[in-house]
């Protein structure tokens, strides 16, 4: 069985960083891509980004593109999310996902198999 668990949240000032992790036990990941989401209070869920585990291609959203980094360990089977040059409207629970069938779709939320229960990421201004 998949279990995605997320950690590294918290509450940071604006222009801050945080390095969110995900270990991920149950599957080999290789083939599989991963990717971090967030959900605002009152907004839906959206991506941030993925990685394709075997060959580390990187996708971002634009709002974080050039901030936020993406990367794996392989021998630790762990996701991060390094958030650099944070901003309030990156407040939001951020969710580790994974898609098992290595989709085109990997800003789409109905892309992904297994999902974390999320870890709290506060920015004040």
């Known amino acids: 069985q998949v279990q995605l668990v997320e950690s590294g949240g918290g509450l940071v000032q604006a222009g801050g960083s945080l390095r969110l992790s995900c270990a991920a036990s149950?599957?080999?990941?290789?083939?599989?891509?991963m990717g971090w989401f967030r959900q605002a209070p009152g907004k839906e869920r959206e991506f941030v980004a993925a990685?394709?585990?075997?060959?580390?291609?990187?996708y971002y959203a634009g709002s974080v593109k050039g901030r936020f980094t993406i990367s794996r360990d392989n021998a630790k089977n762990t996701l991060y999310l390094q958030m650099n040059v944070l901003k309030p409207e990156d407040t939001a629970i951020y969710y580790c996902?994974?898609?098992?069938?290595?989709?085109?779709?990997?800003?789409?939320?109905?892309?992904?198999?297994?999902w974390g229960q999320g870890t709290q990421v506060t920015v004040s201004s």
């Open positions: 996902a994974a898609d098992s069938h290595a989709s085109a779709y990997y800003y789409y939320t109905n892309a992904y198999d297994y």
């Open positions: 990685i394709a585990w075997s060959i580390g291609t990187t």
């Open positions: 149950g599957r080999t990941f290789s083939s599989y891509t």
